[in-house]
């Protein structure tokens, strides 16, 4: 009950909506909506769009793995980027982010349940890394984002959100600016949010079963 009744009194979180693979004309309709954020986990599947739906003025945040030959690219494409995990994508991202642009907001991706299969730095590996991106002229830290283990059952992700969201709350202590958990996707967001997800990213429960990548 104390996580239910200290969710209760937070902000209902920022939803990411989750566009990945799908077409240009379905980000249209859900931003014809209301919804103004997109993330996205390819930099150039995201070109496409971005320069499809440029009239619209939408945000995006790319979530996917960031592979260094594509830094330059993402630099200059995206609003947000949340999954910085190491020291050669702070350096990257910021050389390339040009001083004409806003600072690029970036999210550190925590491998929060040191999962071999996941990207992701570990949780000791933050603060140097908040460090790092605090002394970058065009790269502006927000926060952590974070995808713990699978679990048939989203209570059982429940300890990993919580590890989560006490990283985040030391993060913030020394970096005022920091206001974002990226954390919580379609199947396990009511968790995440009790947890103190900051913000959700949500592709099923608003597109639909996801269209297989070409």
Not at 4 to 33: D, G
Not at 47 to 58: D, N
Not at 176 to 186: F, H, K
Request: aromatic share 4%; glycine share 6%.
């Amino acid at each position: 009950m104390k996580n239910a009744a200290s969710a209760a009194k937070r902000p209902a979180p920022a939803l990411l909506a989750v566009s990945k693979t799908q077409p240009a004309q379905a980000v249209a309709e859900l931003a014809a909506a209301g919804q103004r954020a997109f993330g996205e986990n390819y930099v150039q599947e995201a070109a496409a769009k971005q320069a499809a739906l440029a009239p619209l003025g939408l945000e995006w945040h790319l979530i996917g793995h960031l592979q260094s030959n594509k830094a330059r690219e993402a630099a200059v494409a995206f609003d947000w980027v949340q999954t910085i995990d190491r020291m050669s994508l702070v350096d990257a991202l910021d050389r390339h982010r040009g001083a004409e642009r806003p600072a690029l907001n970036v999210l550190i991706q925590v491998n929060i349940d040191d999962e071999a299969s996941k990207h992701g730095c570990r949780p000791g590996d933050v603060a140097a890394l908040a460090e790092a991106i605090a002394g970058r002229p065009h790269l502006f830290l927000r926060g952590l984002m974070v995808i713990p283990e699978p679990h048939a059952d989203p209570e059982l992700r429940r300890a990993a959100f919580a590890r989560a969201r006490a990283l985040f709350e030391v993060l913030r202590a020394q970096y005022p600016q920091v206001d974002t958990l990226s954390m919580g996707m379609s199947d396990d967001l009511e968790v995440a949010v009790a947890e103190g997800a900051t913000l959700v990213r949500v592709g099923t429960a608003l597109f639909g079963a996801r269209a297989p990548r070409t």
